[in-house]
């Protein structure tokens, strides 16, 4: 008896020594437990931090003119209105959300005039992308994530937001976006951020929960419970690629390569678009912290914001004032010899901060012809733009 009890002892340590290896151990890391952070990468002398523009959880930047545009609210609001953590208190929300427009040469700030937007409630902006139109350049379209209040009788803490996406046109450098849809459909579920097309009808986007509330919500970290899905005006809604871990950000090169951020994957999955609009998975980029939103750079490299201590940008969002330290990654496609050998991207980090100068950051966008890094986040109180 004594024999079998031992080898059942010994069978379970090497188990849980298995276990610990393998995933207990990566999962802490990726928490930010055993990690100091450094701070490298920004110069202050380099860098002006904006005021006026707060809580902006995504910025995409105009290319052709440098022209930066941000998703924001105020401080106050992500604290009581924030779907995407669980924060349901739709009466603290902002009734003045805004997109707005930074010029980097004159560090102006311009709130967008939304027209012809005719809703019950105020629009509450998360995720947003901003294309060029594919007939005329200087025409965008905005596609903006909008977490509307579900409708008044039912408990958002039982029901979940009521998420769409909406669309609207503007100008380049103009002051007013008008709105042209709003796209409600079941397979937008918890939407986080979303990649438009030039056509300003179709649109891929992230669900970073497989259901609005309950306790399989919470599951998103552990289980492949998150998705990709894609929009046509004219032909509908799908699923475009499901079954994927603590889906956030998500990019869209110009020859229909998707990036998609994994937030607790700390890892970047990449798709190729297929003719009937399902993503089929080419490859996984492991880059080994919590991840936010993504862009492009005209040199067609990947950056993405991430988070050292993940636990600090919890409390960021609950108290805005509390520092999270802030990464920023860029990744490439590698032209040394090791490529040779299977690793096709490489993955560099650019900089950390300790949250002093830059804090919850979940956007960094590289300006690569102008040499600009800018970085914002969902709760922060500044916008930083430096020179590098």
Request: aromatic share 8%; charged share 25%.
């Given at each position: 008896m004594a024999n079998v009890l031992l080898t059942v002892v010994c069978v379970s340590c090497a188990i849980l020594a298995v276990f610990y290896q393998m995933y207990l151990d990566p999962f802490l890391r990726i928490l930010g437990f055993f990690r100091t952070v450094q701070t490298f990468g920004l110069d202050d002398s380099n860098c002006k931090k904006i005021p006026g523009v707060q809580a902006c959880e995504k910025i995409v930047l105009h290319q052709p003119t440098g022209i930066l545009y941000l998703a924001c609210t105020s401080q106050e609001s992500r604290v009581n209105w924030s779907p995407a953590t669980e924060k349901f208190n739709a009466q603290g929300r902002s009734a003045n959300d805004y997109v707005a427009m930074f010029d980097p040469a004159t560090l102006k700030v311009t709130r967008m005039e939304f027209e012809n937007f005719e809703s019950d409630q105020p629009i509450s902006v998360h995720g947003m992308d901003i294309v060029p139109s594919a007939t005329n350049a200087r025409e965008l379209y905005v596609y903006l994530v909008n977490h509307r209040a579900p409708p008044a009788g039912q408990d958002v803490t039982v029901v979940g937001a009521d998420s769409v996406i909406e669309v609207f046109k503007g100008t380049v450098f103009g002051k007013r976006l008008t709105h042209i849809q709003t796209i409600r459909d079941p397979t937008i579920i918890t939407p986080n951020d979303v990649a438009g097309q030039g056509d300003g009808k179709g649109f891929f986007f992230t669900n970073d929960h497989g259901t609005k509330t309950g306790f399989a919500r919470n599951l998103n970290g552990f289980f492949p419970t998150t998705s990709v899905g894609y929009c046509h005006v004219d032909r509908g809604c799908k699923i475009a690629a499901s079954s994927l871990l603590s889906s956030n950000g998500i990019v869209k090169a110009s020859n229909d390569t998707i990036y998609v951020a994994s937030t607790l994957g700390a890892k970047i999955t990449v798709f190729e678009r297929q003719a009937d609009d399902s993503l089929l998975l080419t490859?996984?980029?492991?880059?080994?912290?919590?991840?936010?939103?993504?862009?492009?750079?005209?040199?067609?490299?990947?950056?993405?914001?991430?988070?050292?201590?993940?636990?600090?940008?919890?409390?960021?969002?609950?108290?805005?004032?509390?520092?999270?330290?802030?990464?920023?990654?860029?990744?490439?496609?590698?032209?040394?010899?090791?490529?040779?050998?299977?690793?096709?991207?490489?993955?560099?980090?650019?900089?950390?901060?300790?949250?002093?100068?830059?804090?919850?950051?979940?956007?960094?966008?590289?300006?690569?012809?102008?040499?600009?890094?800018?970085?914002?986040?969902?709760?922060?109180?500044?916008?930083?733009?430096?020179?590098?």
């Open positions: 490859d996984v980029i492991p880059v080994g912290q919590a991840l936010d939103n993504l862009s492009l750079d005209s040199d067609g490299v990947v950056w993405a914001a991430g988070f050292p201590k993940p636990s600090d940008m919890v409390e960021h969002m609950k108290k805005p004032k509390h520092l999270s330290p802030t990464s920023a990654f860029k990744i490439y496609i590698n032209t040394g010899p090791n490529s040779f050998y299977g690793e096709k991207y490489k993955v560099e980090k650019v900089l950390e901060d300790d949250g002093k100068m830059v804090s919850g950051s979940t956007s960094v966008v590289h300006d690569s012809e102008r040499k600009r890094l800018f970085l914002h986040g969902t709760a922060a109180s500044y916008l930083t733009t430096c020179n590098i």
